[in-house]
């Protein structure tokens, strides 16, 4: 435990540590709100007309920037849809910061628009067992027994994700499409 006398070396290690702290509670208390907020039958939603060309170049171009594993994007020409982008993007983003955080060497990213538009987002990492993939979309479920293992989060991300692809009000706006 770090005593009162405390070296300026310390010090500086104990503003480092509780920078990294606030850090990760304001991300629990974002990721708790937006998780909330999301069961909140009056909470609106922003349709428009989304370029997902766009939003996928964007969101590739931030987070390329966080890992060294290459993202390989597939989009079958231009793609748009009835939605909202911003959830769009926060659902989407949470998966490819998972599939970067255990991909080997890879990961990619195909999207395809017939009937239904389909985001596959596919990484070279060791997977999720069939028997435990419905536990990892309730909150605050991670499969590493140890938190920190691999780094990340509070184990809401696919919580978050799963709730913003199933918003089901999406249909109404989309003509069924979702
Ligand atoms: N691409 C992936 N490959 C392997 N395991 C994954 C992947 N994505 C998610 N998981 C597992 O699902 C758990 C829940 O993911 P998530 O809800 O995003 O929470 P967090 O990222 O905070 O751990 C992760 O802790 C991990 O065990
Ligand atoms: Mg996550």
């Known amino acids: 435990m770090k005593g009162a006398n405390q070296s300026p ?7 480092g540590e509780m920078l990294s702290d606030i850090e990760e509670i304001e991300r629990l208390i974002d990721e708790m709100l937006t998780y909330g907020r999301l069961d909140t039958v009056s909470s609106p939603l922003t349709i428009e007309e989304v370029n997902i060309n766009q939003l996928i170049e964007n969101l590739v171009e931030k987070l390329q920037r966080t890992s060294d594993v290459p993202i390989g994007v597939q989009i079958s020409g231009p793609v748009s849809c009835l939605c909202d982008g911003h959830l769009l993007e926060r ?22 628009l017939d009937e239904l538009l389909t985001i596959i987002i596919d990484d070279d990492g060791p997977g999720i ?49 979702y």
Do not use: H, M
């Not at 970067?100 to 990961?107: D, E, G, I, P, S």
């Not at 990892?136 to 692809?165: C, Q, V, W, Y």
């Open 91 to 112: 659902g989407i983003q949470n998966i490819i910061v998972n599939g970067l955080r255990y991909a080997r060497t890879a990961l990619d990213i195909t999207v395809t």
């Open 9 to 15: 070396d310390d010090q500086v290690e104990l503003t």
């Open 129 to 177: 067992s069939p028997d435990q993939r419905q536990q990892i979309f309730s909150p605050f479920t991670r499969l590493e027994n140890s938190r920190n293992k691999l780094g990340g989060g509070f184990g809401l991300g696919l919580s978050i994700a799963d709730k913003i692809i199933s918003l089901a009000r999406w249909r109404d706006y989309c003509g069924g499409k």
